[in-house]
């Protein structure tokens, strides 16, 4: 104290610092100005400029551009924010509020500002150049370290001066601005000293700048150059070195994880829009590794499914069935019991704790108003606000990280089950499949799975609802007695009533789903065969047969949206019916209601509410993940090809040459269900299995089939169509069921190559499909492309063989397809050949070259199975197998089998079939250059085009209607609360003063504006000018004291409070059920637009777009809209809706609030717009991830016997498990990004809850505040974290669903369309053509601008009645001519004419209809032969169809499978391929047209059914115009011409007897070659 009294002697001290120097202030309780500014400011502030100075110096300007580290950056931010700030306090004090500053102050603030200054120029030019220090030098840390006292300082005054106030009653605007100013230059520095505990690499400039230094010449630099700077780079800066192995959370510390800052690295990505692919987003954590979650849960399945069958054991004679039923259906949920459930189950925890923590609100909110009410110590009010920061902010945590462990779970999950049903896909036995068709098996994998996915939140919903009720009814009894048990009673019967909802519901749901599963299996078939509805004018009958579906589907929909609205509806409803009920009761009884109680009762009811009706949803969750659990369940319990049990030891295979031997081999296309009873429950009987009767319901066998193959046998197969012999070869490959006999291979392990009859080919370049897996050996793949005579077209294709082959091969010819799948099985150098049939789909002279070059070439070490209708092939064979009816009929050589002399060869069989190179003779459609075009993906914010269309498809006054009521509802919810504030404000206030007004006398206002004049007076001291509209009565405690039994009317207030219930009750059914069918509306409204875009698409549309893509989009997209578009929207309506009603009830009641607002709005805006540009790229990640998912498992699919063949299921399962990884990477990310968001939304909320509880403190001290009011402010304010929260959340989801929309409507608006209308004005009549003649003039044809032209002025002329045969060489132009005929492609010149009428000028869909097409590849649906016959119902007596069906020859086979209603199995998968193709010629029968094409409708067939056939033709075609393209050129030569291409152009057109005249003449040369003659 004597130094105090000897300095404060000095004047010139006393001048400057404005009063007396001492260590103290006047109320001793912080330090002096003076004080602080010599000792806090002077030497820590000038130490930093000095220091800052020094280093600006130092840092050379930057030899390469990097992107500046986080951590500077930070660093810079909070200099930038605390310069401003100090500069501003200054200007605020002067300018402002013109206050007296001594020197001292103009001298702290100059030495802190240049201080700042320095500091921040010294940190930008760090952040620009390669750093010399991983943390900076060592010296300015320090000396910036030194300065931090001076925050604390200046913080420890301001609260000193703040409570010295509220000691005085008054408050100084001026210090709550200070505090609130330094509080944040506090929290910067605390900010900046965060970021100097993170270290950064270092890297070496000229490693950078030095391209072709490999990463290892650059580690050898980093530890012999050690003398060299080196400087601090992130990881970020080089992409090309440091790769990201793995996912960040793995390496993140504890606040990282904890505020999920380690995803900060992916939304700045998604700010800077540079997430452009799969590849850009984070790796899954190491416990989300798709390879070994499959793996192992495919384990836990098995181990499952070997206990059932010990357990089994012991029940064999208890209720076999029932027992196995009850046990195989636990094998899934088991096994997710197993690989997840004790980390699962441990999440519990933090859902407990969050849960009790969210009742601290309801409690700590009676505590506040009570305090408000009573007038207890301020102290008390603060450890209340106190109270609710802590367990918001700590609840908070524990929610969001729930949240986050229970997703990832989630996610895990569905890896796991997405990779069960692929497994089960490839490994399942081909029978067992056949029971499930391929729609159901896609909804398996997208909707089945997600829904039990949905159940891991539901689970630990299902324990915590009932948790929560429970407290909160105890709660509620201690508010207000035995009177809770009506709202208790309201509230179940509330409870009963959802239930029966949810109960339909759920039966709706299950209804919708097998309607959609329908319905997708439909749209499947439709775009795998839209040639064929293309060519047959079926666009409108599918269409209607899909909408039917679609409408039975929408009517389920319906049915779930309206008890849905009925939900929404109680939800929205209860409480205030509660409130009513619960108040109205306690009030009559003679109880006084107050404002503590009302609101505490008001939360606690909302938080009872919410359980109560969330839970009957938590069941019906959980009723749909069983059924979805079920149909998976009955899916994986499918028989697995096992084939150590279909094929029988081979030992005696392997003590002699036999690499094939069958005994008594009984074979069916069903399931053996005895066999896996035997093989489930071990039992064994004495029944004579073998016997036929045991078989007598089972189609397509085999019988009695004994066979044996020696190794590098030639073995052929012949026989009529449906003999079997493309049966045989799938038992061959365990492709069928063995019911009876012995089957031993050699090469059983290995696999066998099998060539389908319909070939199969991947979506990937030709190459691939060559190598399948396999190495790249140059030689050899080039010997095998030769002898499968693809060197020409290698030439011919745009890429040669790295072109891309469309999915299932759309952009190759049916012979180019053969060939590939040809050489694909040679490549892959197997023991046994498998070949069906793969001559049939190629020229003779092809065929023969791939005779002579493969099949007897390059395999003639090989054994070989040939199934072939050209038994001229089979000359050479070593043994020939007849079949017929299923059996062996004769076996032995050629010539005991087909009476051919072995010792003669055909003139020309050994010779080439010309100096050409061999090629397919169909039109290539490869020459078209398509290539598959890669998924389309917008960008950036979702169109506006797109909320156009989908408030259009709503319809534009629905939509304004629902928007209406939304805004009615909540706002007379708002009311409804406004009114019980203002009935418990008078229970306390009494009437109002009728004399002097609410506002009190004029006199009264002016004293009061005098008392703080001037504009910058503190809006508490006017309590009531906030609510001026609303109050209607004068609150005054000194009235209130004297008047404690102040009357009342309680019947008005209830009155008045149960017409606002019932308004709000009124309003918010409209608004549900309106909201409901405007769902509805939209949801029929963009499905039939996008199918008539589809349908009305030309088939170059479906050439580059895989059938997964469009699928995508027909079942999951528009199962986004139909159910989770309107479901988020809803919520995004009433969460946006009930933030703006928070927001304004807790200003109007706390106005003070108002100034926290204003930089939390600012904030929130911030976040939600940084992960909206997140999210978004994120959800189109996840859809364009999606559908390669269904593309390969429908390619998969399709395939699946020749990849079991082959044994390729392993390899398969891995491309899968690699597709599922990149789309779960992108599922991963957007969940991180989701809890990113939702931190910062709880932190927020976290500060708004803790913002007003101090305010409503502050006012409560300084101000008269209704206890309503102050109850009011804080019953919404408590739900401003979930407000917050939901809006944001449903914003961004809404978003990220309307990307399903946004893809929907750019296939709507941007699909090219086929032409429809006529470009003329041209009438016809029903009966055209009349006479069928058909003219080419001068056509020309180009697939593409840069293409040649595929037909160059073609012109010919077809007399009515004619039938004409065209052939022609690889890429003559026969296909083009058949394209160009049916307009499938639009001509580049010249027109055609039918009755001399230009095609051009005739409806498409009435061309189309007057001819009909029979092609190559047969295609059939799902159904019944009825059905397949006349799609269009045209047909109305059965005898029509028999005789048709008879003159094709299908008669026996049709009457063996049970008749006309008999099914014919997923794409006909019950027929071969030639009874496919004669059904497809017994459709053509029944159409009544004049114009015939065939393209090639015999190649499947065996001779003796391609004469009945050509007979057919010509008994029923008598009189039409027929053209013909075939392969076999005795097939055309009975026809009345032939017309020949070459090059595209007509290179010959006469009669056959001419053509053959002429031996130079093209056709001539043909005939020859193939080795015909002309029948007589």
């Given at each position: 104290?004597?130094?105090d009294?000897?300095?404060?002697g000095?004047?010139?001290?006393?001048?400057?610092?404005?009063?007396?120097f001492?260590i103290?202030s006047?109320?001793?309780?912080?330090?002096?100005?003076c004080?602080?500014?010599?000792?806090?400011?002077l030497?820590?502030?000038l130490?930093l400029?000095?220091?800052?100075?020094?280093?600006?110096g130092?840092?050379h300007?930057?030899?390469v551009?990097?992107?500046?580290?986080?951590?500077?950056?930070?660093?810079r931010?909070?200099?930038?924010?605390?310069?401003?700030?100090?500069?501003?306090?200054?200007?605020?004090?002067?300018?402002?509020?013109?206050?007296?500053?001594?020197?001292?102050?103009v001298?702290?603030?100059?030495?802190?500002?240049?201080?700042?200054?320095a500091h921040?120029?010294?940190?930008?030019?760090l952040?620009?150049?390669?750093?010399?220090?991983?943390?900076?030098?060592?010296?300015?840390?320090?000396?910036?370290?030194?300065?931090?006292?001076?925050?604390?300082v200046?913080?420890?005054?301001?609260?000193n001066?703040?409570l010295?106030?509220v000691e005085k009653?008054?408050?100084?605007?001026?210090?709550?601005i200070?505090?609130f100013?330094?509080a944040?230059m506090?929290?910067?520095?605390?900010?900046?000293?965060?970021?100097?505990g993170?270290?950064?690499?270092?890297?070496?400039?000229?490693?950078?700048?030095?391209?072709?230094?490999?990463?290892?010449?650059?580690?050898?630099?980093?530890?012999?150059?050690g003398?060299?700077?080196?400087?601090?780079i992130s990881?970020?800066?080089?992409?090309?070195?440091?790769?990201?192995?793995?996912?960040?959370?793995?390496?993140?510390?504890?606040?990282?994880?904890?505020?999920?800052?380690?995803?900060q690295?992916?939304?700045?990505?998604?700010a800077?829009?540079?997430?452009?692919?799969?590849?850009?987003?984070?790796?899954?954590p190491?416990?989300?590794?798709?390879?070994?979650?499959c793996?192992?849960?495919?384990?836990?399945?098995?181990q499952?499914?070997?206990?059932?069958?010990?357990?089994?054991?012991?029940?064999v004679?208890?209720?076999?069935?029932?027992d196995?039923?009850?046990k195989?259906?636990?094998?899934?949920?088991?096994?997710?019991?197993?690989?997840?459930?004790?980390?699962?189950?441990?999440?519990?925890?933090?859902?407990?704790?969050?849960?009790?923590?969210g009742?601290?609100?309801?409690?700590?909110l009676n505590?506040?108003?009570?305090?408000?009410?009573?007038?207890?110590?301020?102290?008390?009010?603060?450890?209340?606000a106190?109270g609710l920061?802590?367990?918001?902010l700590?609840?908070?945590l524990?929610?969001?990280h729930?949240?986050?462990?229970?997703?990832?779970?989630?996610?895990?999950i569905?890896?796991?089950?997405i990779?069960?049903?692929?497994?089960?896909?490839m490994?399942?036995?081909?029978?067992?499949?056949?029971t499930?068709?391929?729609?159901?098996?896609?909804?398996?994998?997208?909707?089945?799975?997600?829904?039990?996915?949905?159940?891991?939140?539901?689970?630990?919903q299902?324990?915590?609802?009932p948790?929560?009720?429970i407290?909160?009814?105890?709660?509620?009894y201690?508010?207000?007695g035995?009177?809770?048990?009506?709202?208790?009673g309201?509230?179940l019967?509330?409870?009963?009533?959802?239930?029966?909802?949810?109960?339909?519901?759920?039966?709706?749901?299950?209804?919708?789903?097998?309607?959609?599963?329908?319905?997708?299996?439909?749209?499947?078939?439709?775009?795998?065969?839209?040639?064929?509805?293309?060519f047959?004018?079926?666009?409108?009958?599918l269409?209607?047969?899909?909408?039917?579906?679609?409408?039975?589907?929408?009517k389920?929909?319906s049915?779930?949206?309206?008890?849905?609205?009925?939900?929404?509806?109680?939800?929205a409803t209860?409480?205030?019916l509660?409130?009513?009920?619960?108040?109205?009761?306690?009030?009559?009884?003679?109880?006084?209601?107050?404002?503590?109680?009302?609101f505490?009762?008001?939360a606690?009811?909302?938080m009872?509410?919410?359980?109560?009706?969330?839970?009957?949803?938590v069941?019906?969750?959980?009723?749909?993940?069983?059924?979805?659990?079920?149909?998976?369940?009955?899916?994986?319990?499918?028989?697995?090809?096992?084939?150590?049990?279909?094929?029988?030891?081979?030992?005696?295979?392997h003590?002699?040459?036999?690499i094939?031997?069958?005994?008594?081999?009984?074979?069916?296309?069903?399931?053996?269900?005895?066999?896996?009873?035997?093989?489930?429950l071990n039992?064994?009987?004495?029944?004579?299995?073998?016997?036929?009767?045991?078989?007598?319901d089972?189609?397509?066998?085999?019988?009695?089939?004994?066979?044996?193959v020696?190794e590098?046998?030639?073995?052929?197969?012949?026989?009529?169509?449906?003999?079997?012999k493309s049966?045989l070869?799938?038992?061959?490959c365990?492709?069928?069921?063995k019911?009876?006999?012995?089957?031993a291979?050699?090469?059983?392990?290995?696999?066998?190559?099998?060539?389908?009859?319909?070939?199969?080919?991947?979506?990937?370049?030709?190459?691939?499909?060559?190598?399948?897996g396999?190495?790249?050996?140059?030689?050899?793949y080039?010997?095998?492309?030769?002898?499968?005579?693809?060197?020409?077209?290698?030439?011919?294709?745009?890429?040669?063989?790295?072109?891309?082959?469309?999915?299932?091969?759309?952009?190759?010819?049916?012979?180019?397809?053969?060939?590939?799948?040809?050489?694909?099985?040679?490549?892959?150098?197997?023991?046994?050949?498998l070949?069906?049939d793969?001559?049939?789909a190629?020229?003779?002279?092809?065929?023969?070259?791939?005779?002579?070059?493969?099949i007897?070439?390059?395999l003639r070490?090989k054994?070989?199975?040939?199934c072939t209708?050209?038994t001229?092939?089979?000359?050479h064979?070593?043994?020939?197998i007849?079949m017929?009816?299923g059996?062996?009929?004769?076996?032995?050589?050629?010539?005991?089998?087909l009476?051919?002399?072995?010792?003669?060869?055909?003139?020309?069989?050994?010779?080439?079939?010309?100096?050409?190179?061999?090629?397919d003779?169909?039109?290539?459609?490869?020459?078209?250059e398509?290539?598959?075009?890669?998924?389309?993906?917008a960008?950036g914010?979702?169109?506006?085009?797109v909320?156009?269309?989908?408030?259009?498809a709503?319809?534009?006054?629905?939509?304004?209607?629902?928007?209406?009521?939304v805004?009615?509802?909540?706002?007379s919810?708002?009311?409804?609360?406004?009114?019980?504030?203002?009935?418990?404000?008078?229970?306390v206030?009494?009437?109002?003063?009728?004399?002097?007004g609410?506002?009190?006398?004029?006199?009264?206002?002016?004293?009061?504006?005098?008392?703080h004049?001037?504009?910058l007076?503190?809006?508490?001291?006017?309590?009531?000018?906030s609510?001026?509209?609303?109050?209607?009565?004068?609150?005054?405690?000194?009235?209130?004291?004297?008047?404690?039994?102040?009357?009342?009317?309680?019947?008005?207030?209830?009155?008045?409070?149960?017409?606002?219930?019932?308004?709000?009750?009124?309003?918010?059914l409209i608004?549900?059920?309106?909201?409901?069918?405007?769902?509805?509306?939209?949801?029929?409204?963009?499905h039939?637009k996008l199918?008539?875009?589809?349908?009305?698409?030309?088939v170059?549309f479906?050439?580059?777009?895989p059938?997964?893509?469009?699928?995508?989009?027909?079942?999951?997209?528009?199962?986004?809209?139909?159910?989770?578009l309107?479901?988020?929207?809803?919520?995004?309506?009433a969460?946006?809706?009930?933030?703006?009603?928070?927001?304004?009830?807790?200003?109007?009641?706390?106005?003070?609030?108002?100034?926290?607002?204003?930089?939390?709005?600012?904030?929130?805006?911030?976040?939600?717009?940084?992960?909206?540009?997140?999210?978004?790229?994120l959800?189109?990640?996840?859809?364009?991830?999606?559908?390669?998912?269904?593309?390969?498992?429908?390619?998969s699919?399709?395939?699946?016997?020749?990849?079991?063949?082959?044994?390729?299921?392993?390899?398969?399962?891995?491309?899968?498990?690699?597709?599922?990884?990149?789309?779960?990477?992108?599922?991963?990310?957007?969940?991180v990004?989701?809890?990113?968001?939702?931190?910062?939304l709880?932190?927020?909320?976290?500060?708004?809850?803790t913002?007003?509880?101090f305010?409503?403190v502050?006012?409560?001290?300084?101000?008269?505040?209704?206890?309503?009011?102050?109850?009011?402010?804080?019953?919404?304010?408590?739900?401003?974290?979930?407000?917050?929260?939901?809006?944001?959340?449903?914003?961004?989801?809404?978003?990220?669903?309307?990307?399903?929309?946004?893809?929907?409507?750019?296939?709507?608006?941007?699909?090219?369309?086929?032409?429809?209308?006529?470009?003329?004005?041209?009438?016809l009549?029903?009966?055209?053509?009349?006479?069928?003649?058909?003219e080419?003039?001068?056509v020309?044809?180009?697939?593409?601008?840069?293409?040649?032209?595929?037909?160059?002025?073609?012109?010919?002329?077809?007399?009515?009645?004619?039938k004409?045969?065209?052939?022609?060489r690889?890429?003559?132009?026969?296909?083009?001519?058949?394209?160009?005929l049916f307009?499938?492609?639009?001509?580049?010149?010249?027109?055609?004419y039918?009755?001399?009428?230009?095609i051009n000028?005739?409806?498409?869909?009435?061309?189309?209809?007057?001819?009909?097409?029979?092609p190559?590849?047969?295609?059939?649906?799902?159904?019944?032969?009825?059905?397949?016959?006349?799609?269009?119902?045209?047909?109305?007596?059965?005898?029509?169809?028999?005789g048709?069906?008879?003159?094709c020859g299908?008669?026996?086979?049709?009457?063996?499978?049970?008749?006309?209603?008999?099914?014919?199995?997923?794409r006909?998968?019950r027929?071969?391929?030639?009874?496919?193709?004669?059904?497809?010629?017994?459709?053509a029968?029944l159409?009544?047209?004049?114009i015939?094409?065939?393209?090639?409708?015999?190649?499947?067939?065996?001779?003796?059914?391609?004469?009945?056939?050509?007979e057919?033709?010509k008994k029923?075609?008598?009189?039409r115009?027929?053209?013909?393209i075939?392969h076999?050129?005795?097939t055309?030569?009975?026809?009345?011409?032939?017309?020949?291409?070459?090059g595209?152009?007509?290179?010959?057109?006469?009669?056959?007897?001419?053509?053959?005249?002429?031996?130079?003449?093209?056709?001539?040369q043909?005939?020859?070659k193939?080795g015909c003659?002309r029948?007589?």
């Amino acid at each position: 104290m004597k130094s105090d009294s000897v300095m404060s002697g000095s004047p010139s001290l006393t001048r400057f610092c404005g009063t007396e120097f001492s260590i103290w202030s006047k109320l001793g309780d912080s330090f002096s100005v003076c004080f602080e500014t010599f000792v806090f400011v002077l030497g820590p502030f000038l130490l930093l400029a000095l220091t800052s100075s020094f280093y600006i110096g130092r840092l050379h300007p930057p030899d390469v551009n990097l992107r500046v580290p986080s951590s500077f950056n930070i660093r810079r931010i909070c200099t930038g924010v605390t310069l401003l700030l100090t500069f501003g306090v200054f200007m605020k004090d002067v300018i402002l509020f013109k206050l007296d500053t001594a020197g001292v102050v103009v001298l702290s603030c100059c030495v802190r500002t240049v201080a700042l200054l320095a500091h921040f120029i010294f940190l930008w030019r760090l952040g620009m150049i390669h750093f010399d220090y991983k943390r900076g030098p060592l010296l300015v840390n320090v000396s910036w370290l030194l300065t931090l006292g001076f925050y604390g300082v200046q913080m420890e005054r301001m609260v000193n001066l703040l409570l010295n106030n509220v000691e005085k009653k008054t408050i100084d605007v001026n210090v709550i601005i200070d505090l609130f100013c330094y509080a944040i230059m506090l929290a910067c520095q605390l900010t900046y000293l965060v970021t100097l505990g993170r270290r950064n690499p270092r890297y070496r400039t000229v490693s950078i700048l030095t391209n072709d230094d490999s990463n290892e010449q650059l580690e050898h630099n980093f530890a012999t150059d050690g003398a060299e700077r080196y400087y601090d780079i992130s990881t970020t800066d080089l992409p090309a070195i440091v790769d990201e192995d793995e996912c960040p959370a793995d390496s993140a510390g504890l606040l990282s994880k904890l505020f999920f800052c380690w995803v900060q690295k992916l939304m700045r990505k998604g700010a800077k829009k540079t997430l452009l692919s799969e590849s850009s987003v984070y790796k899954l954590p190491r416990e989300l590794n798709t390879d070994t979650l499959c793996q192992k849960f495919s384990d836990k399945i098995h181990q499952n499914a070997e206990d059932d069958i010990t357990e089994s054991d012991r029940y064999v004679r208890l209720s076999r069935e029932d027992d196995k039923s009850q046990k195989s259906k636990r094998v899934l949920l088991r096994a997710l019991h197993r690989q997840f459930g004790r980390g699962y189950y441990l999440l519990g925890l933090l859902k407990f704790g969050g849960d009790a923590l969210g009742f601290a609100g309801p409690i700590l909110l009676n505590f506040l108003v009570s305090y408000v009410e009573n007038k207890e110590p301020v102290v008390n009010g603060v450890y209340y606000a106190t109270g609710l920061f802590a367990s918001t902010l700590v609840g908070s945590l524990l929610i969001t990280h729930f949240d986050y462990q229970v997703n990832k779970v989630s996610i895990a999950i569905k890896s796991s089950l997405i990779g069960a049903v692929y497994a089960k896909t490839m490994q399942a036995k081909p029978v067992a499949m056949a029971t499930f068709s391929s729609g159901e098996i896609t909804n398996f994998m997208s909707t089945d799975v997600n829904r039990v996915v949905n159940f891991g939140p539901s689970f630990h919903q299902f324990w915590s609802l009932p948790f929560q009720v429970i407290v909160t009814l105890v709660l509620l009894y201690e508010q207000v007695g035995i009177v809770f048990l009506a709202g208790l009673g309201l509230s179940l019967l509330m409870i009963v009533f959802n239930r029966y909802l949810a109960k339909k519901i759920g039966e709706y749901n299950q209804d919708m789903m097998k309607h959609k599963d329908s319905r997708v299996k439909l749209m499947t078939e439709v775009l795998q065969g839209i040639r064929v509805v293309k060519f047959n004018v079926w666009e409108k009958c599918l269409s209607e047969k899909i909408s039917s579906i679609r409408n039975k589907e929408l009517k389920s929909l319906s049915g779930i949206k309206y008890f849905d609205a009925g939900c929404v509806y109680l939800w929205a409803t209860t409480p205030v019916l509660i409130s009513l009920l619960i108040f109205s009761i306690y009030s009559t009884m003679g109880h006084e209601l107050t404002a503590a109680k009302v609101f505490t009762v008001i939360a606690l009811i909302n938080m009872l509410i919410a359980p109560l009706n969330a839970f009957p949803w938590v069941l019906n969750g959980l009723m749909e993940a069983w059924i979805s659990l079920d149909r998976l369940e009955n899916f994986l319990k499918l028989p697995e090809l096992d084939l150590d049990k279909f094929y029988d030891p081979h030992d005696q295979v392997h003590q002699s040459d036999q690499i094939l031997d069958i005994k008594d081999g009984t074979f069916s296309w069903n399931l053996n269900v005895n066999e896996n009873l035997n093989e489930n429950l071990n039992e064994t009987n004495n029944e004579d299995v073998n016997s036929e009767s045991e078989f007598k319901d089972k189609d397509l066998l085999l019988k009695e089939i004994s066979l044996k193959v020696k190794e590098g046998d030639f073995i052929g197969v012949v026989g009529s169509v449906g003999a079997g012999k493309s049966s045989l070869l799938s038992a061959i490959c365990a492709g069928m069921e063995k019911l009876d006999g012995e089957i031993a291979l050699q090469c059983a392990s290995d696999g066998v190559a099998y060539v389908s009859q319909e070939a199969w080919i991947q979506h990937a370049t030709v190459r691939d499909n060559i190598l399948w897996g396999r190495p790249y050996v140059q030689d050899f793949y080039e010997a095998v492309v030769e002898c499968c005579a693809l060197n020409e077209d290698f030439v011919a294709l745009p890429h040669s063989d790295m072109t891309e082959v469309g999915e299932n091969g759309v952009t190759l010819s049916g012979g180019q397809k053969a060939r590939l799948s040809l050489a694909r099985a040679v490549y892959q150098d197997k023991c046994l050949y498998l070949l069906d049939d793969p001559l049939s789909a190629v020229d003779q002279h092809v065929a023969l070259h791939l005779y002579q070059q493969c099949i007897v070439g390059i395999l003639r070490k090989k054994t070989r199975i040939l199934c072939t209708h050209h038994t001229k092939y089979l000359r050479h064979a070593d043994v020939v197998i007849a079949m017929e009816e299923g059996r062996i009929k004769t076996i032995g050589t050629p010539s005991e089998v087909l009476g051919i002399d072995v010792s003669i060869d055909e003139g020309n069989f050994n010779d080439e079939a010309d100096d050409s190179p061999p090629g397919d003779a169909d039109e290539p459609v490869a020459e078209k250059e398509i290539s598959i075009s890669r998924e389309e993906k917008a960008t950036g914010t979702v169109a506006f085009r797109v909320y156009k269309t989908y408030w259009l498809a709503i319809g534009g006054c629905l939509a304004l209607t629902i928007l209406s009521f939304v805004v009615l509802m909540q706002g007379s919810k708002v009311i409804s609360d406004w009114w019980l504030s203002q009935w418990v404000n008078a229970n306390v206030t009494g009437p109002p003063k009728s004399s002097t007004g609410w506002l009190g006398t004029s006199e009264e206002r002016d004293a009061q504006n005098c008392t703080h004049g001037g504009i910058l007076q503190s809006p508490v001291i006017l309590p009531y000018s906030s609510y001026t509209f609303l109050l209607t009565g004068h609150y005054d405690v000194t009235n209130a004291k004297e008047n404690p039994h102040a009357k009342h009317d309680t019947a008005f207030y209830l009155e008045v409070y149960g017409g606002i219930a019932a308004a709000n009750s009124i309003f918010t059914l409209i608004r549900a059920f309106t909201f409901a069918y405007g769902g509805i509306c939209a949801a029929r409204i963009l499905h039939w637009k996008l199918l008539r875009s589809l349908l009305q698409a030309p088939v170059s549309f479906f050439d580059v777009t895989p059938v997964g893509r469009i699928i995508n989009r027909m079942s999951s997209d528009m199962y986004t809209i139909d159910d989770s578009l309107p479901f988020m929207l809803n919520i995004l309506l009433a969460q946006f809706a009930g933030l703006l009603a928070t927001i304004v009830v807790t200003c109007y009641g706390l106005p003070w609030f108002a100034v926290l607002l204003l930089p939390l709005s600012a904030f929130y805006y911030y976040t939600q717009q940084y992960y909206r540009l997140t999210s978004r790229e994120l959800k189109r990640l996840s859809s364009i991830s999606l559908s390669p998912i269904y593309a390969h498992f429908n390619e998969s699919l399709t395939g699946v016997s020749t990849i079991q063949a082959f044994r390729k299921t392993d390899d398969f399962k891995k491309q899968n498990r690699d597709l599922v990884e990149r789309n779960q990477r992108c599922n991963f990310s957007t969940l991180v990004a989701q809890e990113w968001l939702a931190i910062r939304l709880q932190m927020m909320g976290v500060v708004m809850v803790t913002g007003v509880a101090f305010t409503a403190v502050l006012e409560n001290k300084y101000s008269v505040v209704p206890p309503g009011m102050v109850g009011l402010a804080l019953s919404y304010a408590l739900s401003v974290t979930g407000r917050l929260s939901g809006v944001i959340t449903s914003f961004t989801e809404t978003e990220k669903q309307m990307v399903a929309v946004e893809r929907q409507v750019y296939y709507i608006n941007n699909v090219p369309q086929e032409r429809i209308a006529p470009s003329g004005d041209l009438q016809l009549r029903e009966e055209w053509p009349s006479r069928g003649s058909v003219e080419f003039k001068r056509v020309s044809l180009r697939y593409r601008p840069n293409l040649p032209l595929a037909l160059n002025e073609v012109s010919f002329k077809l007399a009515p009645g004619e039938k004409v045969g065209v052939v022609g060489r690889t890429g003559s132009g026969k296909s083009s001519l058949f394209l160009t005929l049916f307009c499938m492609t639009p001509i580049t010149g010249g027109a055609v004419y039918i009755d001399g009428i230009n095609i051009n000028k005739v409806p498409l869909h009435f061309l189309r209809s007057k001819m009909v097409i029979i092609p190559q590849d047969p295609f059939l649906f799902s159904g019944s032969w009825r059905s397949n016959l006349d799609p269009e119902g045209n047909v109305g007596d059965d005898a029509i169809f028999w005789g048709a069906v008879e003159r094709c020859g299908l008669r026996s086979s049709l009457e063996n499978m049970g008749g006309l209603d008999a099914d014919v199995g997923e794409r006909g998968r019950r027929l071969s391929v030639g009874q496919r193709q004669l059904l497809c010629l017994a459709r053509a029968l029944l159409r009544d047209v004049q114009i015939v094409c065939l393209d090639e409708a015999t190649a499947n067939v065996d001779r003796a059914s391609d004469e009945l056939i050509q007979e057919t033709i010509k008994k029923n075609f008598s009189g039409r115009t027929v053209l013909t393209i075939a392969h076999r050129v005795e097939t055309v030569l009975g026809s009345d011409k032939v017309l020949v291409m070459d090059g595209g152009r007509v290179a010959e057109f006469d009669s056959p007897e001419n053509l053959l005249s002429d031996q130079r003449s093209l056709f001539a040369q043909l005939v020859q070659k193939s080795g015909c003659q002309r029948s007589a």
